[in-house]
């Protein structure tokens, strides 16, 4: 299947938002026609990108959600899950996926000077990007639960770091990978997560780097 179908195919598929497809510019580059084309990767739902009646993910899911600003966030999960035995012992159960992978498409209303996004859109970024990881990790580890009759519900995280290394300028406009690694800790649980992530070019050039720890929050939202 070329490049093209697959995008056609994934289009029809996808279920993030009216804006977050594959359009033929962003299957032209060749990065992301080999992402598309990998069979180790498969396409997840972008939620953060899906509006909400409460208002939650208003930021991503509407602010930036515009021609000019992030115009699709095209999001890519592991194939295989890791099994539940290392789970545990490698993050608390908090890694049936230790990546993801998203294909960020920024507009030119995002920029600090000509062409270079603006340093606070970049950790946004990174952020969100964190966020898209710990916040899969813990609907599978849910989904795990329910399977196995118990009642679960998911819980909700807050980023209490972020540390940011800006290496060199992110050009605008066109799409990005931003990419997120969950980095196991000695005794380290769901309550704390520790991710880093990256925006890059999609062929190996680092633009930006977040160390970040993600904690549950203590009682529901």
């Not at 939620?47 to 999001?75: N, Q, Y």
Request: with cysteine.
């Amino acid at each position: 299947m070329s490049s093209v179908d697959e995008a056609a195919t994934f289009n029809t598929l996808n279920d993030d938002s009216k804006m977050d497809v594959l359009t033929p510019a962003l299957t032209s580059k060749p990065w992301i026609a080999a992402l598309l084309a990998d069979p180790t990767w498969t396409h997840m739902p972008t939620k953060s990108r899906s509006p909400k009646p409460t208002g939650e993910d208003s930021f991503v899911a509407e602010t930036l959600m515009t021609e000019r600003t992030v115009r699709a966030v095209i999001t890519f999960r592991p194939s295989k899950q890791e099994e539940e035995e290392e789970d545990v012992h490698s993050n608390g159960g908090m890694a049936s996926y230790k990546e993801i992978k998203s294909v960020v498409d920024l507009g030119t209303g995002l920029n600090g000077y000509p062409q270079i996004v603006h340093g606070g859109v970049a950790a946004t970024l990174l952020d969100e990007t964190c966020g898209i990881l710990v916040i899969a990790n813990a609907d599978r580890k849910v989904e795990r639960e329910r399977e196995a009759g118990r009642e679960s519900v998911a819980p909700s995280y807050f980023t209490a770091y972020l540390n940011t290394t800006y290496k060199r300028p992110v050009p605008t406009p066109g799409p990005l990978l931003c990419t997120a690694k969950i980095q196991p800790r000695d005794g380290a649980d769901d309550r704390k997560v520790f991710v880093r992530a990256t925006i890059e070019d999609g062929e190996g050039l680092v633009y930006t780097v977040g160390e970040a720890l993600f904690v549950k929050a203590t009682a529901k939202l």
